[in-house]
């Protein structure tokens, strides 16, 4: 590696970072008001957000070092699906086969959507 060569920010860290302070906060936030299973829900919810970021980045960084034209869109629309998927996936194991309370989960997968604004400011 020469020493022109710089690692891209994505501002990921940035983003999961304030995702990270808005998921504990509404996590005990539900602590708080509901029990320690509402909580553990809301913390899934926003480890769902936190997971997107974490794989959107992880394609940014590949579609940066390909040389082909065209190649980072396929890239892209892929990590759509796959995210898709994977959200979706994740939401059937934690309602489904984790049995957790859906609406904390779903109130902190939305709102943990706002790290991403406060990430990018």
Not at 1 to 16: R, V, W
Not at 35 to 60: H, K, P
Request: with cysteine.
């Amino acid at each position: 590696m020469n020493s022109d060569h710089k690692p891209l920010n994505t501002g990921a860290s940035k983003i999961l970072a304030a995702q990270a302070i808005i998921t504990a906060s509404i996590a005990w936030f539900f602590y708080f008001y509901q029990d320690q299973l509402a909580a553990e829900s809301a913390l899934y919810g926003g480890c769902i957000v936190m997971f997107n970021i974490w794989t959107m980045d992880r394609r940014i960084r590949l579609a940066a070092k390909i040389d082909k034209p065209g190649a980072e869109v396929r890239i892209f629309y892929l990590a759509a699906i796959h995210r898709f998927i994977f959200t979706l996936s994740f939401f059937v194991i934690g309602m489904g086969l984790l049995n957790l309370p859906p609406i904390p989960m779903l109130v902190a997968f939305a709102v943990a959507h706002l790290g991403y604004l406060a990430g990018h400011s």
